[in-house]
């Protein structure tokens, strides 16, 4: 499952762009989550009480979503060697949130279907690199899970 070195040259060209505004990309993640899968609302006690309309305008969704943007750029850019980064984040998403792993390919594929409706030139090549690095670091979260006691 690994990248090879243009593959991670796609990725990170492609992140470059969500860099510019990591709150921005961070909050139209999670309002477009929450509206493809309005069940993962409910996994967030801060968010879960909002309407839709409160949702948009709530800065507490912009910062919790500045919050995974930026965590995952660190992950990305950590080209595969990521996880001492990934295990705090195993930890807490398991021990503390209680968030199941399927949950993770979920922000994963809208993190693509945002990126791909943002940029014009986030092609085909630079798709399935992007998937194919957020399947690699989000496979991590597994083993981190069973270790924390957590069925996810």
Not at 27 to 33: A, D, K, P, Y
Not at 62 to 68: E, P, R, S
Request: aromatic share 8%; net charge neutral.
């Amino acid at each position: 499952m690994a990248l090879s070195d243009a593959e991670w040259t796609l990725v990170l060209k492609a992140w470059g762009p969500v860099e510019s505004d990591l709150a921005g990309h961070g909050q139209v993640v999670l309002l477009r989550l929450f509206k493809d899968h309005p069940e993962t609302l409910q996994l967030f006690p801060k968010f879960k009480s909002l309407q839709q309309v409160e949702l948009a305008g709530s800065a507490d969704i912009k910062a919790h979503g500045n919050t995974v943007i930026s965590k995952l750029g660190d992950l990305l850019k950590q080209k595969g060697g990521h996880a001492t980064l990934l295990r705090p984040l195993g930890e807490s998403h398991a021990k503390k949130h209680k968030i199941p792993l399927a949950n993770f390919k979920l922000i994963c594929d809208v993190i693509v279907t945002v990126m791909k409706e943002k940029y014009s030139d986030f092609g085909p090549d630079s798709q399935a690199a992007m998937s194919k690095a957020l399947d690699l670091i989000f496979a991590g979260m597994g083993p981190l899970y069973q270790e924390f006691g957590f069925a996810g």
